[in-house]
């Protein structure tokens, strides 16, 4: 067998899958608040108030959980803002864990990951697609992005991201003999 060429980039894939449901099960709870603080940061939290409005609004947290899936299967009464709400989450919860697996040579937490929107460029619509940015290391002069996907798809929300892994080398492919 042929020996093996190391990846000729310096980069890491990492994805990740999250189920809304769930998400809008834990947000129906009386532990909702605790839940988004954990994987939103306060940026990204004053960020998307306005998504996060039917936390503050919904009364409600002591109805009983829905078993997994039923919203989605039985087509239940469920809030439709709090279920967009939910999706937000989802896909903001697969990004960071696709983020983390993206950068496994460190040991970065949700806190350390801010998924965030690039600006606006004069030729495109839209507030573009998102970015996560890496809080630099202690003694790091700024922090790193990474490029991320989010797409939602019925009752799941999934990501992408590509990291750049500065601990991985690249040797030179080996010359041919002339």
Known sequence: MRPLRAFPLPINVGTDICQISRIYRILKGPRAARFVDRILGPHERAAAASRLLPLRTEGNHNSP???????????????????????????????????????SHRRLTFHDIIIERRGRDEERLGSGPPVARIRGEPGDD????????????????????IGHDPSVTIEPAPRKPD
């Open 65 to 103: 959980s829905l078993s997994s899936g039923s919203v989605a299967r039985s087509g239940g009464s469920r809030d439709d803002e709090l279920w967009k709400t939910a999706a937000f989450i989802a896909g903001r919860f697969a990004a960071k864990e696709a983020a983390i697996k993206a950068h």
């Open 142 to 161: 700024c922090d790193s992005s990474a490029m991320i996907s989010i797409s939602h798809d019925g009752d799941y929300a999934t990501a992408v991201c």
